[in-house]
């Protein structure tokens, strides 16, 4: 039994004390999860391949704004995301058709936080390899990224990194690798760029709850 | 490439295993217990090891006729406390089991160095009745990275075999003694003898252990309970997963018993920064161009931006209840009954702000109320917000401004229709009681109704019913022998009613009387067993870390139904006096340690103290302990001497990865006896006002950006 199970059963026991019926926002959440929990509901269902792509051609349809397609590996979902706000170089993006509140915010296809994925990255320090990646240029570089711990502090995972060019990626694009050391861990990110030095595409670690993280700039 | 660097990863682990250094951290601390519940390797007797810190756990043992329930919380890296409970069959004639409540401390002298070993000292049972007393002084080390040898000398219980010699007299444990004192002329006193035993870590999961113990089983022999044939001990631990540890062991050639061990780290909650819906981004204001004036001299421009305000912080389950709003700065007044993360509130509320309010606001103020009274302001510049989104969270701590909330003469007036408000629940209900001395667990349940009803600011009415449905809490056989006004000790009176109760009906007026002044009056049916008016007031400044307060009371015990009735204040202990109260002083020491001293007269007419020590987690777990000392003889005061005892605050929000205030709190005293014991009245200013000042807020800042 996991921690993560443990703390369900002991939820449910704990629950009963205060769950019932209530206009109190603080008790509606604990009843909502114990009846989450009492249901068994699942997370909702991946999208196939199919129904992704006629998803895209639907997205592409609705909006002349910038669009794009995000994978975790780990959790292993898929969402299409629009910008919903721009703050100076730093966009953010939700979901596509999803009333859902989870957004991911992106500094020229760097990804820099995420909010309501779980362990979220709450923020990040990468004008280093951002100049590198986006110059086509290698080069050593120093990233930060920031998380909130299970006590509510703030933790920083700081990694030197090596970016390294990797040669064409078909068309006017350039494949760049960011080769990152932090303490305890290591991960490569990996990004296509155009001439112009924009990402379109990019793999990138943001912690081990989300494996790996492709992004891709549909528009 | 990710095989390269998954084997990478796999050598750096390898590479820590196998550091001298690396091996020793891991190896002298351990989530695994022993018999007693203490954190340790072997069978029955202690070693040096230490859990991690702040680690939880519950350990259960048993063998034929003996089992011991422990709750060990690893205090600070150095420091374990327990609380344990045990049952023995037969111990002595006066009882068929022998229940008997005990509390162990262990300090780490020295950690371990590369040669020299790591060196504790421990109390076992230090304050009960000593039935399990000893003392330690105990060295282990490593040797390689699954090996642990451990020696050590042992005086009371571990000294007790094979003694090596004594050093002075020590009072022996007498059946029937009322205890509870720290039996401190014992300690390290009568016969010593040394202990040792080694433990192997087989696999990561399996540990076999093996040891020398020094309990002779002295008085369980003489009680024909126990077969004492050898001094030897052998154990077997399978780790189950990160929470779960199960153990055999065969103990002195005649028995053999299991152990349970649950253990867990507030610290690492299910799911770190929270599952919650993201907040709403940041609006920034576009550069160029001066901001437009004119939608603050015009009213109903005016009206549609306030209600745009109060709708975006409504989505996020934050409530308005009083907005200013001018050219150049904006004023909330807000209720947050939902975020346990203060600072999450105040990130959520300013965001909502940002997107709501006109260009030409600069400065944001949020005042904080928290029971219809305004505690803090806390006041943002609109460009720092902005700037600082996509930074570390302490750069926007640094960009915040803290007063109290009357600093500002002009703060907003609650809004027409957000008074009066009501609220109420109605859910089953758990009462436990844990460790009686008859019967270790009893516990009741059924249905409580909830009502709170807040008139005008700060003037609340509330009151909870509950009805019981089923359970065996009212199942108490023993009557008071007190001889002292009888003001707890009459609970089974309390417990028989099998008809709905009020559990508390209250008027209450909280309100500001001052800068960093907070009063607050009570009246009504303040708990089961009383009724009265009680009144506080507490000064806190806004930014500081110490508070000081005062409250009197004025009591009347409540009829047995709970209904009502008032009863008599003449018990077969004396008259239960009307007025009772204290001076409190209240300190954060930092590094999540708080500690409070209340001094005055308790509601037997007891003078006294209570001091008492918590650790407090930023994300709401609570662990602390209390003694109260009065002018209550320990022959008046009965079984335990006077009244001690720990209590646990756990916050639901931890459990559920989502905010919630929810939170439940227990304590678990050994006795519950008429010395020392105060009046229960809900929301003390102290709780009410303190979440809302900046050294809380400042606590859990690592959420204001989420």
Same mark, same amino acid.
């Given at each position: 039994?996991?921690?993560?199970?443990?703390?369900?059963?002991?939820?449910?026991?704990?629950?009963?004390?205060?769950?019932?019926?209530?206009?109190?926002?603080?008790?509606?959440?604990?009843?909502?999860?114990?009846?989450?929990?009492?249901?068994?509901?699942?997370?909702?269902?991946?999208?196939?391949?199919?129904?992704?792509?006629?998803?895209?051609?639907?997205?592409?349809?609705?909006?002349?704004?910038?669009?794009?397609?995000?994978?975790?590996?780990?959790?292993?979902?898929?969402?299409?995301?629009?910008?919903?706000?721009?703050?100076?170089?730093?966009?953010?993006?939700?979901?596509?058709?999803?009333?859902?509140?989870?957004?991911?915010?992106?500094?020229?296809?760097?990804?820099?936080?995420?909010?309501?994925?779980?362990?979220?990255?709450?923020?990040?320090?990468?004008?280093?390899?951002?100049?590198?990646?986006?110059?086509?240029?290698?080069?050593?570089?120093?990233?930060?990224?920031?998380?909130?711990?299970?006590?509510?502090?703030?933790?920083?995972?700081?990694?030197?990194?090596?970016?390294?060019?990797?040669?064409?990626?078909?068309?006017?694009?350039?494949?760049?690798?960011?080769?990152?050391?932090?303490?305890?861990?290591?991960?490569?990110?990996?990004?296509?760029?155009?001439?112009?030095?924009?990402?379109?595409?990019?793999?990138?670690?943001?912690?081990?709850?989300?494996?790996?993280?492709?992004?891709?700039?549909?528009? | 490439?990710?095989?390269?660097?998954?084997?990478?990863?796999?050598?750096?682990?390898?590479?820590?295993?196998?550091?001298?250094?690396?091996?020793?951290?891991?190896?002298?601390?351990?989530?695994?217990?022993?018999?007693?519940?203490?954190?340790?390797?072997?069978?029955?007797?202690?070693?040096?090891?230490?859990? /991690?810190?702040?680690?939880?756990?519950?350990?259960?043992?048993?063998?034929?006729?003996?089992?011991?329930?422990?709750?060990?919380?690893?205090?600070?890296?150095?420091?374990?406390?327990?609380?344990?409970?045990?049952?023995?069959?037969?111990?002595?004639?006066?009882?068929?089991?022998?229940?008997?409540?005990?509390?162990?401390?262990?300090?780490?002298?020295?950690?371990?160095?590369?040669?020299?070993?790591?060196?504790?000292?421990?109390?076992?049972?230090?304050?009960?009745?000593?039935?399990?007393?000893?003392?330690?002084?105990?060295?282990?080390?490593?040797?390689?990275?699954?090996?642990?040898?451990?020696?050590?000398?042992?005086?009371?219980?571990?000294?007790?075999?094979?003694?090596?010699?004594?050093?002075?007299?020590?009072?022996?444990?007498?059946?029937?003694?009322?205890?509870?004192?720290?039996?401190?002329?014992?300690?390290?006193?009568?016969?010593?003898?040394?202990?040792?035993?080694?433990?192997?870590?087989?696999?990561?999961?399996?540990?076999?252990?093996?040891?020398?113990?020094?309990?002779?089983?002295?008085?369980?022999?003489?009680?024909?309970?126990?077969?004492?044939?050898?001094?030897?001990?052998?154990?077997?631990?399978?780790?189950?997963?990160?929470?779960?540890?199960?153990?055999?062991?065969?103990?002195?050639?005649?028995?053999?018993?299991?152990?349970?061990?649950?253990?867990?780290?507030?610290?690492?909650? /299910?799911?770190?920064?929270?599952?919650?819906?993201?907040?709403?981004?940041?609006?920034?204001? %576009?550069?160029?161009?001066?901001?437009?004036?004119?939608?603050?001299?015009?009213?109903?421009?005016?009206?549609?931006?306030?209600?745009?305000?109060?709708?975006?912080?409504?989505?996020?389950?934050?409530?308005?209840?009083?907005?200013?709003?001018?050219?150049?700065?904006?004023?909330?007044?807000?209720?947050? %009954?939902?975020?346990?993360?203060?600072?999450?509130?105040?990130?959520?509320?300013?965001?909502?702000?940002?997107?709501?309010? %006109?260009?030409?606001?600069?400065?944001?103020?949020?005042?904080?109320?928290?029971?219809?009274?305004?505690?803090?302001?806390?006041?943002?510049?609109?460009?720092?917000?902005?700037?600082?989104?996509?930074?570390?969270?302490?750069?926007?701590?640094?960009?915040?401004?803290?007063?109290?909330?009357?600093?500002?003469?002009?703060?907003?007036?609650?809004?027409?229709?957000?008074?009066?408000?009501?609220?109420?629940?109605?859910?089953?209900?758990?009462?436990?009681?844990?460790?009686?001395?008859?019967?270790?667990?009893?516990?009741?349940?059924?249905?409580?109704?909830?009502?709170?009803?807040?008139?005008?600011?700060?003037?609340?009415?509330?009151?909870?019913?509950?009805?019981?449905?089923?359970?065996?809490?009212?199942?108490?056989?023993?009557?008071?022998?007190?001889?002292? %006004?009888?003001?707890?000790?009459?609970?089974?009176?309390?417990?028989?009613?099998?008809? /709905?109760?009020?559990?508390?009906?209250?008027?209450?007026?909280?309100?500001?009387?001052?800068?960093?002044?907070?009063?607050?009056?009570?009246?009504?049916?303040?708990?089961?067993?009383?009724?009265?008016?009680?009144?506080?007031?507490?000064?806190?400044?806004?930014?500081?870390?110490?508070?000081?307060?005062?409250?009197?009371?004025?009591?009347?015990?409540?009829?047995?139904?709970?209904?009502?009735?008032?009863?008599?204040?003449?018990?077969?202990?004396?008259?239960?006096?009307?007025?009772?109260?204290?001076?409190?002083?209240?300190?954060?020491?930092?590094?999540?340690?708080?500690?409070?001293?209340?001094?005055?007269?308790?509601?037997?007419?007891?003078?006294?103290?209570?001091?008492?020590?918590?650790?407090?987690?930023?994300?709401?777990?609570?662990?602390?302990?209390?003694?109260?000392?009065?002018?209550?003889?320990?022959?008046?005061?009965?079984?335990?001497?006077?009244?001690?005892?720990?209590?646990?605050?756990?916050?639901?929000?931890?459990?559920?990865?989502?905010?919630?205030?929810?939170?439940?709190?227990?304590?678990?005293?050994?006795?519950?006896?008429?010395?020392?014991?105060?009046?229960?009245?809900?929301?003390?200013?102290?709780?009410?006002?303190?979440?809302?000042?900046? /050294?809380?807020?400042?606590?859990?800042?690592?959420?204001?950006?989420?």
């Amino acid at each position: 039994m996991t921690l993560r199970n443990m703390a369900k059963i002991a939820l449910v026991s704990l629950g009963m004390a205060v769950a019932g019926c209530t206009n109190n926002p603080s008790d509606q959440v604990v009843l909502t999860a114990v009846k989450d929990i009492a249901d068994g509901r699942n997370p909702p269902a991946q999208p196939s391949e199919a129904e992704l792509q006629q998803q895209l051609r639907q997205a592409m349809a609705s909006t002349d704004g910038p669009l794009g397609l995000v994978r975790f590996e780990k959790p292993g979902t898929v969402a299409i995301i629009r910008v919903v706000e721009t703050n100076g170089p730093y966009r953010t993006w939700g979901s596509w058709g999803l009333s859902e509140r989870r957004s991911l915010t992106t500094r020229n296809g760097f990804v820099t936080a995420t909010r309501g994925l779980g362990r979220d990255l709450m923020s990040s320090d990468i004008a280093g390899s951002l100049a590198l990646v986006s110059a086509r240029r290698a080069g050593q570089a120093t990233r930060t990224q920031r998380y909130v711990d299970g006590n509510n502090q703030t933790y920083a995972v700081t990694a030197t990194c090596t970016i390294t060019n990797r040669g064409a990626a078909g068309g006017n694009l350039t494949l760049m690798q960011e080769r990152c050391v932090a303490d305890d861990q290591e991960f490569t990110n990996a990004y296509k760029v155009t001439d112009s030095g924009v990402i379109t595409e990019s793999s990138q670690w943001l912690g081990d709850y989300f494996g790996k993280t492709v992004l891709q700039r549909l528009r | 490439m990710s095989h390269v660097i998954r084997r990478l990863s796999r050598l750096t682990a390898v590479a820590i295993l196998v550091a001298p250094s690396g091996a020793m951290a891991d190896n002298l601390t351990t989530a695994r217990t022993n018999n007693y519940g203490t954190p340790g390797k072997l069978v029955d007797m202690p070693t040096a090891e230490m859990a /991690p810190d702040g680690q939880f756990s519950t350990t259960v043992t048993h063998f034929e006729g003996f089992t011991k329930s422990t709750l060990t919380f690893q205090i600070l890296p150095w420091m374990s406390g327990s609380f344990r409970y045990s049952a023995t069959d037969d111990l002595t004639p006066n009882f068929s089991t022998f229940y008997d409540r005990s509390f162990d401390l262990r300090f780490r002298l020295f950690k371990e160095g590369p040669y020299r070993p790591a060196v504790a000292l421990g109390l076992q049972d230090f304050i009960g009745t000593g039935v399990l007393g000893g003392e330690y002084i105990v060295a282990s080390k490593s040797v390689g990275d699954r090996l642990t040898v451990t020696g050590g000398l042992g005086w009371g219980r571990l000294g007790s075999f094979n003694s090596l010699g004594s050093t002075g007299t020590r009072d022996t444990f007498q059946p029937g003694d009322t205890g509870g004192d720290l039996r401190t002329e014992s300690w390290f006193r009568g016969d010593l003898a040394a202990f040792a035993g080694l433990s192997y870590d087989v696999t990561d999961k399996l540990t076999f252990s093996a040891e020398y113990s020094s309990d002779g089983y002295d008085q369980e022999e003489a009680a024909g309970i126990f077969d004492h044939e050898s001094p030897w001990n052998f154990g077997l631990d399978y780790k189950i997963n990160e929470s779960f540890a199960l153990s055999a062991f065969s103990l002195h050639g005649s028995e053999f018993g299991a152990r349970l061990t649950l253990s867990f780290n507030p610290k690492d909650a /299910p799911a770190p920064g929270g599952l919650e819906e993201a907040p709403l981004p940041v609006r920034a204001r %576009p550069e160029s161009a001066a901001a437009d004036l004119d939608w603050a001299l015009n009213d109903t421009r005016k009206a549609r931006v306030g209600e745009s305000v109060e709708r975006t912080l409504a989505s996020s389950d934050l409530e308005v209840e009083g907005l200013r709003l001018e050219a150049h700065t904006a004023h909330v007044r807000l209720r947050n %009954p939902k975020y346990d993360a203060t600072a999450q509130a105040l990130g959520r509320t300013l965001r909502g702000l940002t997107r709501t309010l %006109p260009d030409s606001v600069e400065t944001l103020r949020v005042t904080l109320v928290s029971n219809g009274i305004p505690t803090s302001t806390v006041t943002f510049d609109r460009g720092d917000l902005e700037r600082l989104e996509n930074r570390a969270a302490a750069d926007a701590l640094a960009a915040a401004e803290f007063d109290d909330a009357l600093t500002f003469a002009d703060l907003p007036a609650p809004l027409p229709g957000k008074y009066p408000r009501v609220s109420w629940s109605v859910g089953p209900y758990l009462r436990t009681s844990f460790f009686d001395p008859d019967n270790p667990l009893r516990g009741e349940a059924g249905l409580r109704f909830k009502g709170e009803y807040m008139v005008a600011p700060g003037l609340l009415a509330s009151g909870s019913v509950s009805v019981k449905a089923f359970g065996n809490l009212d199942d108490l056989t023993r009557t008071s022998n007190s001889s002292i %006004p009888r003001v707890r000790s009459e609970v089974a009176n309390y417990l028989a009613t099998e008809e /709905p109760v009020i559990d508390n009906l209250t008027l209450a007026k909280y309100a500001r009387l001052g800068r960093n002044v907070y009063g607050r009056v009570t009246a009504g049916y303040l708990e089961t067993m009383y009724a009265g008016v009680s009144g506080e007031v507490l000064w806190k400044p806004v930014d500081s870390r110490f508070a000081l307060g005062v409250e009197a009371n004025y009591v009347e015990p409540r009829d047995f139904d709970q209904l009502f009735g008032l009863r008599s204040r003449d018990t077969p202990g004396g008259t239960i006096p009307q007025f009772n109260g204290h001076v409190s002083a209240y300190y954060d020491l930092g590094r999540g340690f708080h500690t409070q001293l209340d001094a005055g007269r308790y509601l037997a007419g007891d003078w006294g103290a209570t001091l008492s020590l918590d650790r407090e987690f930023a994300n709401g777990w609570e662990v602390g302990a209390f003694v109260t000392r009065t002018d209550v003889s320990s022959e008046d005061f009965g079984e335990g001497s006077f009244d001690k005892g720990i209590r646990l605050t756990i916050p639901l929000s931890w459990f559920l990865g989502k905010p919630t205030k929810d939170s439940l709190t227990t304590s678990i005293r050994p006795l519950t006896r008429d010395g020392g014991q105060r009046v229960f009245v809900k929301d003390r200013l102290y709780d009410v006002v303190r979440g809302q000042h900046q /050294p809380e807020i400042a606590k859990s800042w690592g959420k204001f950006w989420r």
